[in-house]
Nanobody, 123 residues
Framework: VQLQACGGGLVQAGGSLRLSCAAS????????MGWFRQAPGKEREFVAT????????YYADSVKGRFTISRDNAKNTVYLQMNSLKPEDTAVYYC?????????????????WGQGTQVTVSS
């Protein structure tokens, strides 16, 4: 399975971006997907996850109410709609696939990773 993330860019505080992550290979429809981010000098942190059928989502407290994760299984794509962006949202955003176990917030629980896309929010 390969994951390709895109949609990052430079945006002013208060603006919006939508990230996409396209999956190739078999199995996309049967596993959970997630988004993580990593700011300079910091560890990679959990952002959001969505179950394989899309009925269950979880968010980090820092993005709850501003970000929305969704998926289109027909297109093998997961999205992250980011609204009301803040400078502290600046990071490289990574999509992840196929979590093992219940620790979805733990990077070691995920089998597949995309290459990352840069999001920069200016103040």
């Amino acid at each position: 399975v390969q994951l390709q993330a895109c949609g990052g860019g430079l945006v002013q505080a208060g603006g919006s971006l939508r990230l996409s992550c396209a999956a190739s290979g078999r199995g996309f429809r049967s596993y959970s997907m997630g988004w993580f981010r990593q700011a300079p000098g910091k560890e990679r942190e959990f952002v959001a996850t969505i179950s394989w059928i899309g009925g269950t989502t979880y968010y980090a407290d820092s993005v709850k109410g501003r970000f929305t994760i969704s998926r289109d299984n027909a297109k093998n794509t997961v999205y992250l709609q980011m609204n009301s962006l803040k400078p502290e949202d600046t990071a490289v955003y990574y999509c992840a696939g196929a979590v093992v176990g219940g620790r979805y917030y733990d990077t070691s629980s995920w089998n597949y990773w995309g290459q990352g896309t840069q999001v920069t929010v200016s103040s």
